[in-house]
């Protein structure tokens, strides 16, 4: 890993999202969507950041996570959907969304999101975190040690996780959305070293970013392996049951190692540890980007710095 990578002289709370030929940047205060139009052309759009949980319940640790990875759904499948009109020419409506229109009508965006992230979360917690259980059950009559059945199950989850993101990546959409993750971390790098955001100068920095929302899902996925191994491995319903209830545990303690890891001054053997899982993944997840993609990751992180510059500190 590069020197770059590693002498890193301010740790900001800026992140990002890649999305279709663009990236999402998320300041203390507001949101940023930059997008390269057919036309090549960059297109930005700014919001001011409207939280769904203001209390302050909401904002403690480890309660915060999982609240925190909700956000982030929301908005980043509102920015995805917002980049991707820029290029849906052939995209025709499915059943869903023309009913959504059709109940909620001027309200439908709005519906079409929150229930994309229903959707989504259904389909995360079905096949990587109740998938795996249920898999692993099939050898209960074979492995007594529970333990071992709660690994097993881990294994399971962890390698379905990995095998999706590596079938997903080798769509060609994908690839470029992949290339733009890469700029947006390295953006980031860039800024964190107090450089000015110029393509020469992101050029220089690493793609793999410890705060990335993909170490986040690897570390939930391992971390899960020792949570749920407190409970044992009771009947199929109430593994379940206890798998629903301590998801959001699992999300808060990843949430707070990630946090842990974005705010550390100096790396050192436990900030590795944590890292590596995440950065494995990472190699798949972001790819050296272009130019161009660089150009609209640096539109879109200049228009989230603050003011104060100390407003985006950890």
């Known amino acids: 890993?590069?020197?770059?990578?590693?002498?890193?002289?301010?740790?900001?709370?800026?992140?990002?999202?890649?999305?279709?030929?663009?990236?999402?940047?998320?300041?203390?205060?507001?949101?940023?969507?930059?997008?390269?139009?057919?036309?090549?052309?960059?297109?930005?759009?700014?919001?001011?950041?409207?939280?769904?949980?203001?209390?302050?319940?909401?904002?403690?640790?480890?309660?915060?996570?999982?609240?925190?990875?909700?956000?982030?759904?929301?908005?980043?499948?509102?920015?995805?959907?917002?980049?991707?009109?820029?290029?849906?020419?052939?995209?025709?409506?499915d059943a869903l969304d023309k009913f959504l229109k059709k109940v909620f009508k001027d309200k439908a965006d709005t519906a079409i999101i929150y229930v994309s992230v229903i959707i989504s979360l259904v389909f995360s917690v079905g096949i990587f975190i109740l998938g795996p259980t249920l898999l692993t059950n099939l050898l209960k009559n074979l492995v007594t040690n529970i333990i071992l059945l709660n690994l097993i199950g881990g294994v399971i989850r962890v390698f379905l996780f990995v095998g999706y993101v590596y079938l997903v990546s080798k769509l060609k959409d994908i690839k470029r959305v992949f290339m733009y993750h890469g700029s947006e971390h390295k953006t980031i790098h860039c800024y964190e070293h107090g450089e000015d955001l110029t393509v020469e100068n992101v050029k220089k920095y690493s793609t793999f970013h410890p705060r990335c929302g993909t170490s986040f899902m690897i570390n939930v996925m391992l971390i899960s392996i020792v949570v749920f191994s407190f409970f044992g491995w009771p009947n199929p319903m109430m593994r379940l049951v206890t798998r629903l209830v301590m998801l959001p545990v699992v999300a808060g303690i990843s949430y707070e190692l990630n946090r842990y890891v974005g705010k550390c001054e100096s790396e050192n053997v436990l900030t590795k540890i944590i890292e590596y899982p995440g950065f494995l993944i990472q190699r798949i997840t972001t790819s050296e980007p272009d130019d161009s993609m660089m150009e609209v990751a640096i539109t879109a992180m200049k228009r989230v710095i603050p003011q104060n510059g100390e407003d985006d500190t950890w």
Do not use: C, H, W
């Open 1 to 93: 890993m590069s020197d770059n990578f590693l002498k890193e002289v301010k740790k900001t709370s800026i992140g990002g999202q890649a999305l279709i030929e663009g990236i999402m940047m998320k300041g203390p205060d507001k949101i940023a969507t930059a997008v390269r139009k057919p036309n090549g052309e960059i297109e930005v759009r700014e919001s001011e950041i409207n939280s769904l949980f203001k209390n302050k319940f909401f904002k403690l640790p480890l309660i915060r996570g999982s609240f925190v990875l909700i956000d982030a759904l929301v908005s980043g499948i509102k920015e995805l959907m917002y980049s991707a009109e820029f290029y849906g020419e052939d995209y025709e409506e």
